[in-house]
């Protein structure tokens, strides 16, 4: 019986735009954005600020260097949002209602300052509501250090939460990510990035 959901972030909750993420970094000055920004793993200074390596400072700084200009961090913020596409409200409600039925809700997201800072302010759901206000705990891997598809995210979060793997559920649109999640003994669904999930989680809740 499923007890606990885990949630991704981008391409779950919230529906990616990579292109516009990549035209916002190229513009400030990044020519090998595209090759630095793979939709799969993050290469160089993007890999290392999501995994915890490198601050968000180091990582404006190096992108400074890289560019061959001073970038500020709101420059830095305003391209990582790039990424966030919209946050479908049929989203935030079908989290409401399934808390409201007695799941407990987490995040778990290959992340990184810049978009947390917005993510986890009153902007992010046009309400002012943070996502901290949808779930029961949040996990980046900027802050634990690992990235999924690394099994030790998912360790850390089943031994944290002192939940069991067989009454979890996780989404995320990324298919390494649900492989390695499944192989562990949790229950996966891996809907398309802007996918309209909300009726047919309960599929898998059954």
């Not at 007890?3 to 990549?22: S, Y």
């Amino acid at each position: 019986m499923i007890k606990n959901i885990i949630f991704d972030l981008g391409g779950v909750i919230m529906t990616l735009d990579p292109p516009e993420a990549i035209r916002r970094f190229k513009a400030l000055g990044l020519a090998d954005a595209e090759q630095q920004m793979d939709s799969y793993t993050q290469g160089g200074i993007f890999g290392e600020l999501e995994e915890g390596k490198i601050s968000a400072e180091t990582f404006r700084q190096e992108l400074s260097r890289q560019t061959g200009r001073e970038v500020t961090y709101d420059e830095c913020r305003h391209a990582w949002l790039g990424y966030a596409k919209e946050v479908p409200q049929r989203n935030l409600d079908i989290l409401r209602k399934l808390r409201s039925e007695g799941y407990r809700l987490i995040l778990l997201s290959n992340t990184n300052p810049y978009m947390m800072s917005w993510v986890r302010s009153p902007e992010f759901d046009g309400h002012g509501h943070a996502i901290d206000d949808y779930m029961d705990a949040v996990y980046c891997s900027y802050e634990l250090g690992v990235m999924k598809p690394d099994t030790e995210f998912f360790h850390q979060v089943l031994m944290r939460e002192r939940i069991m793997a067989s009454e979890t559920l996780f989404l995320d649109d990324g298919a390494r990510n649900v492989a390695v999640a499944s192989q562990m003994g949790i229950r996966t669904f891996c809907p398309e990035n802007g996918e309209d999930w909300t009726a047919e989680i309960y599929d898998f809740l059954m």
